[in-house]
């Protein structure tokens, strides 16, 4: 008697196997264009120093820039339903490269302020497309380990990116633009050569972004995103400000900032197989959780070692939470909708920046425990609100395909 045996998978193939080629030209644009993100982070030093604009007149164009994200979230949910995923992702990386270009050659505030408002706009437009091209490609069981996968080609271009811009500014910041520039054209080659259009075929599907509205369950998770988008931006505007308001200097920050960068690029490809098994709301409210307990332990330390030990501590819980927020939305949206239904997410993002600075600031004023134990109030309450919402969105899952959202 012969016996059948079954290979088991190998380790690697458990983490990054069974996906379509499309996929990796998703990934690997997506890295390259996080290796040449060289100009946003560095922005508010450019134009304070190499344009030699005042403090409130940078504040004024990252404002103008930052409302221009918000918008583009809906902008390019609508084009990615209606034109399509292929067309609006390559679109905007391309729009991206001339505009960088153009900023980087505009020396009056006009035309600086003109050139942010348009990069606003066209910057961020790939991320309603690219997260509907995932959710069209990847089928639903393994949504939540490829966008953890596109989490962390993100996180480790980014890493390096930080890196190169620092070094590169030294030589010039019409440096960074050309780079951004460049990888913003090679993003957008890819996926227009090598990945097809995947929005589905319009049939008698209709609705707009009056049908996501309507949709309760959306709303309500959308609300949450904005909560916790809230609580986790803190660590790029309050956090350096708390600091160096207890005497440490701005090195310590960087060095406490390297330490989230590090357990990202490392620890996300060990765990993200398994948390893609589970449910994904009830992970991603373990995460919303341990992101909380991370931010309100901020509020006892003041030397660059505990710093440190509470970046490690959100960091854990922002691994936790990787590739969840995508396959939820996923979940939620009806095929034809997902690119406004990813637009509307976003929104979420781009409001949770510009309210981040806005009242951390003004809670970081009435102290640093004031600050750091409502934000970590407020992030138990998302995840609190995502347990709730959880069996919805579970019954959402389990529902037959129809051609609107469910209320």
């Not at 007149?57 to 221009?68: H, I, M, S, T, Y």
């Not at 949206?333 to 509307?344: D, I, S, V």
């Amino acid at each position: 008697m012969t016996s059948t045996v079954v290979e088991k998978p190998s380790l690697l193939r458990a983490r990054i196997g069974g996906f379509p080629r499309a996929f990796w030209v998703l990934f690997t644009g997506t890295f390259i264009n996080r290796l040449g993100t060289m100009v946003e982070p560095f922005i508010g030093i450019y134009l304070t120093q190499s344009r030699g604009m005042s403090l409130a007149a940078a504040g004024v164009v990252l404002a103008v820039f930052g409302v221009g994200s918000l918008v583009s979230q809906l902008v390019a949910g609508w084009l990615t339903d209606r034109l399509g995923r292929r067309a609006t992702l390559s679109g905007g990386m391309v729009a991206t490269a001339f505009t960088m270009i153009a900023l980087g050659y505009s020396t009056s505030l006009p035309a600086i302020v003109a050139a942010m408002a348009v990069l606003g706009l066209v910057m961020d437009a790939y991320r309603p497309a690219s997260q509907a091209l995932l959710a069209d490609l990847i089928p639903a069981h393994d949504r939540p380990r490829a966008y953890g996968l596109i989490f962390w080609a993100i996180n480790l271009g980014f890493a390096v990116a930080m890196i190169g811009g620092g070094l590169l500014a030294h030589s010039g910041f019409l440096w960074l633009f050309w780079i951004d520039a460049i990888t913003s054209l090679v993003f957008g080659a890819l996926v227009w050569r090598a990945v097809p259009e995947t929005r589905p075929e319009r049939g008698r599907e209709t609705g707009g972004f009056r049908d996501v509205l309507r949709d309760r369950l959306m709303v309500a998770y959308v609300s949450l995103t904005l909560l916790f988008t809230f609580v986790y931006l803190q660590a790029y505007t309050t956090l350096p400000l708390a600091v160096t308001a207890a005497g440490l200097p701005a090195s310590a920050y960087g060095l406490a900032m390297a330490v989230n960068g590090l357990l990202i690029v490392v620890v996300q490809p060990l765990i993200g197989h398994w948390l893609a098994r589970h449910d994904p709301s009830r992970v991603l409210a373990l995460g919303l959780t341990v992101t909380a307990v991370g931010f309100a332990l901020t509020a006892l330390v003041s030397s660059a070692a505990g710093y440190a030990v509470t970046v490690a501590i959100w960091t854990t819980g922002e691994v936790i939470t990787a590739g969840m927020p995508g396959a939820l939305v996923a979940i939620m949206a009806p095929p034809h909708l997902r690119g406004r239904y990813n637009g509307l997410s976003g929104v979420a993002w781009s409001a949770g920046g510009l309210l981040a600075p806005l009242i951390g600031t003004r809670l970081l004023a009435a102290g640093q425990g004031v600050l750091w134990i409502t934000v970590g109030v407020l992030g138990l309450l998302a995840a609190v609100g995502q347990l709730a919402i959880g069996p919805a969105i579970r019954r959402r899952a389990t529902a037959p395909l129809v051609s609107g959202p469910a209320s």
